[in-house]
């Protein structure tokens, strides 16, 4: 038994800030999966129903409309929701379908957009705004896009792609300016953890989980964008709130469930697609002190890689799939590999791996 808060069939958010935005992903090529193919797998969809507690003892969850469920082994997926900026309580926020429906009529017939936060979906949604003629200014506190992430020459050269493309885009914003009647705020997600910490699972900026999503409670497991859980091959726990990790961590999660036990090592991945570039990063967003670039920077194809101590902790492709998808793999073999060898285009990564 599947229940979700939402009115819809489960879908694949991604869109909501790409495709779906732009008007080339139809809301029928949102969804997971065909409806009939629940009922086909046997899973029963319970949607529009929101769980207020999860009653470990007795082993029910209470529904806010007054129903209960009772389960034998339980999954917490309650995923990220948007960070909430005081002040903005009634500005536009992007996380579910209605949301995107919203912000894509504004963006249609609205003559201007503010959009608070430079980071994934922040740009993501500037650059479809672009896209479609709409004004947009786009206010940051740091001194760059998505800095945290990809560090001040990445950020620097996505500023100057945004800028290129009309984004009035400010940056080292103390103070936010009046804003145009549109407003979104896109300042980065949170874990929703509220049930699993009313329940006392462990909860530390994620619930915490181990590398099969179990808890310590047992019959009790968490996936997704909502759990802090262990790496066996980072060696720490992490948490992750991207698109294939939720879904691979979710299979191996499910695995764990049916009583199948390996576990999830694999190393996070995730895209991005503002204008015509791709961007692609393989890591787990660890701190680094070394940055080594394989191509041209700036014109792409060319990729970034982050070293830790001599180490490859991650990498950031732009419109170079190939690099990042191979890197990977040497990531998740922790197979040794230089700086020449991961500055030089003419050496293929794969051959790190025999
Ligand atoms: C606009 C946008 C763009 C994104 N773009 C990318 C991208 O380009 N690449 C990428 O890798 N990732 C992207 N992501 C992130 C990706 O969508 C998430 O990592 C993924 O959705 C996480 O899946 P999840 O199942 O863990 O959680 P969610 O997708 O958040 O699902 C959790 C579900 O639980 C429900 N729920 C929560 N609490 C309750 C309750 N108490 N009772 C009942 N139901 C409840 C929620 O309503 C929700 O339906 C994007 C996210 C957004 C919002």
Redesign the pocket.
Known sequence: ML????HDAPYE??H???GFLLGTVPRDRLRLRPPDQYRELGVELVLG????ELRLEDRVVMLEGGGTIAWDRLCV????DARRLDGFEHALY???LPE?ETLQGLIESSAGLDVIGAG??GC?VAAVARQKGCAVRVHEALQQPLLRVLGPELGDYLAGVHRAHGVDLRVNVKSLPNMAEHVLVAVGSEP?TI?AQEAGLPVDGGIVVDERGRTPVEGVFA????TRFWHPLLQTRIRV??????QRQ?FVVGRAMAGMAEPYREVPW????QYDLNLQYVGAGLTWDETITRGDFGKPPFTVFYRQGGRLVGAAGINDHHTVARVRRVMEARAPVTAPQLEDPGFDLRSALA
């Not at 229940?3 to 939402?6: L, P, R, S």
């Not at 996936?223 to 909502?226: I, V, Y």
């Open positions: 229940v979700g808060a939402e958010r991604p909501l800030s790409k129903e929101r769980v207020v997926a309650t995923g990220s992007l996380r579910e995107a994934f979906i993501e929703r049930l996936a997704g964008d909502a709130e991207h698109f294939q990790t939720a979710g995730f895209w991005s697609d």
